[in-house]
DNA sequence: TCGCCGATCTACACCGGTGTAAATCGTTTC
DNA sequence: GAAACGATTTACACCGGTGTAGATCGGCGA
């Protein structure tokens, strides 16, 4: 394998010629850039990457750690931060973190080693407690989701209030009233399940509804479809009537939508259903399901965008730190099979 | 950040002591060994994963191409990868190529910069013709799928034929005569809609029924649920009757599922339907999917190991090349709602 | 006591680039 | 024609480890 010494021996110049020449520095007479263009394609020489790497400190890698890219909302998310990380010429490291402590503990110390320049991290069993792991951490981190927050770090999530309460909003103007809520976890009091029961309580509230604890469905393991199945069919079980479902996510939805079919239950006639994050599988359900799109393509693109600018930062040694950001992704209802069409 | 000459200083010995501590090196006094651990804790250092990987020329970062991971039979493959990589203590750099050739390319050349030791490579874009490409790559790659073929790749793929011949016997054994098989392409004559395919009609011929190509949905796109929804249209369009569907693969069969179960058909009494691939959804759709489980953990470790006894033998300068493998997975059916009981 | 040997530890070159400071060169200015 | 200046090019240290060869040390047999 050829090295820069070789093309530089090769084409009659300095090492550093060559080093200006590939990197683009615009001091470099035109003759000699040629000259060693010439002398690189002559001996096929391709630059060293780890001694670039190694030199400049700077991978050009950063780190994704979700929980499990079998899921449809993670595998989708990591398609899009891939494809604006791509973008921007980033490379990416995926940490599948399995819904473990230790596998997020662990994520967070990749970057130290040096080989990923900064994280997108999206908790799922760190919890608020957790997050003074997140301060001083030496690298850039952006978090996602709302599993926990920091004050002293870049965050981009989504609007699970809004949504959940649009979502709920959506049923109660078609009429219906014995909402179901399901999906609700026992351990929360700060992540999706509780911003998004909050969503589902205020907008019943808002109509002089109360919450009636027979219809939460609670789902302890995971946002899986086969909890979603079991939660609803404990609320059905408790013999309270259900006339429609909010689901916090759209695999729970299509598991719920299953056990209400099995039942037979008809969608929308007999009780609608709404679930949230818009996957791709929400189109093809039986029936289609209507949905809370939570933006996710903009939460890849601005979390990718923010961790570009951190890392510039980092890169300028004078350069002053912008104060950490908290963005919310713009939210929509997508309107499908699964809720009644809203009477005029 | 502490480097290993600060722990040296620390602890009162050379770097070059302070790194056969940290390597495990057998001949150092316990004292000593003991000296540095505690420098390394003081010191809070952490050994520079880029100085290491420059100067041994291995990254422990393999590189793993496939074209999207929103699909869940890549997503659930990629964690299957990952997991298997863990275990070796390798990382994974996912490059999703996005059904692109250029993709595919693109993500070939990867490697050559050095960051990444090896690849696992699952094509969809290119084809047989391009073969000559993964010829002399000058790094260890291992492909996936039945996409292409090549004498000189170790290969790792599961049993097309046999799966879907086996998919198919287990809707004649009950009685079904009129089979649409969905997913047909076009521009194939080796892929694994080829295969599929030809498992589809070898099991018909060995009942000496003849394929009826009014029962063959074609998708040409992706196999996506809205082609299999789409495909599964043009069959019942054409008039022909049908009794059972093999889709060649899960997406395919959940979309045409859709499309039967809006048509008013029942599933299984009016149409068996056997998918392929096992992903998660296929135990939760409506009705639950009976499908191919086509091995995908076995085929990750597989993939893995013998990416990992590669990169050995490019370690020891002098080791043998073992000649490339070739291995098919083991295949099951899992049978599921979606296909009548088989009759005793 | 001396020589030998393995265990232990160290000095130093080296991996292949990039940053810095300075040398060299050709013009332009006065 | 000399000083000044920007454009070009170069030498050299350096990033932070690891491989190699050799120094040092303690114990043991002769």
Redesign the pocket.
């Known amino acids: ?5 070789d093309v ?1 021996r090769h084409a ?9 020449v ?2 683009g ?9 040629e000259r060693v263009r010439a002398s690189v394609d002559a001996l096929g ?1 391709e ?2 990457v780890t ?2 790497i ?4 700077r991978s050009g890698v950063v780190g994704l750690s979700v929980p499990e890219l079998g899921q449809p909302y993670f595998g989708e998310l990591a398609d899009e931060i891939l494809a604006a990380a791509r973008r921007h010429g980033l490379q990416v490291l995926i940490e599948p973190t399995g819904f473990t402590r230790e596998g997020e503990l662990a994520a967070l110390r990749v970057p130290r080693g040096g080989l990923v320049d900064g994280l997108i991290f999206s908790p799922a069993a760190l919890v608020q407690a957790d997050a003074h792991l997140l301060d001083d951490l030496g690298y850039p981190l952006v978090l996602l989701g709302e599993q926990m927050f920091s004050s002293s770090v870049d965050h981009v999530t989504m609007r699970n209030i809004d949504g959940a309460q649009a979502a709920t909003e959506l049923l109660l103007d078609a009429g219906r009233r014995q909402i179901a809520a399901i999906g609700m976890l026992h351990a929360e009091t700060a992540g999706s399940a509780w911003l998004r029961y909050t969503g589902y309580s205020k907008a019943l509230e808002a109509r002089g509804i109360e919450v009636d604890t027979r219809l939460l469905g609670w789902a302890d393991d995971a946002w899986h479809r086969a909890n979603g199945a079991r939660a609803m069919a404990d609320v059905l079980d408790s013999g309270v009537r259900v006339d429609g479902v909010v689901a916090f996510n759209d695999a729970l939805a299509i598991g719920a939508m299953y056990e209400l079919q099995a039942r037979g239950l008809a969608i929308p006639q007999d009780v609608g259903v709404v679930g949230f994050d818009d996957i791709e599988d929400s189109r093809y359900s039986v029936p289609t399901l209507t949905t809370v799109d939570p933006g996710r393509r903009e939460i890849a693109n601005v979390a990718v965008d923010i961790l570009r600018r951190r890392l510039q930062e980092t890169q300028r040694p004078g350069a002053e730190r912008g104060s950490p950001v908290l963005y919310l992704a713009g939210m929509r209802i997508v309107e499908r099979e699964s809720t009644p069409r809203r009477s005029g």
């Open positions: 394998m050829a090295t820069m010494a530089a009659g110049v300095s090492v550093k010629t060559v080093s200006n590939l990197s520095y615009p001091h470099v007479r035109e003759a000699t850039r020489y630059i060293n001694a670039k190694f030199r400049s400190g």
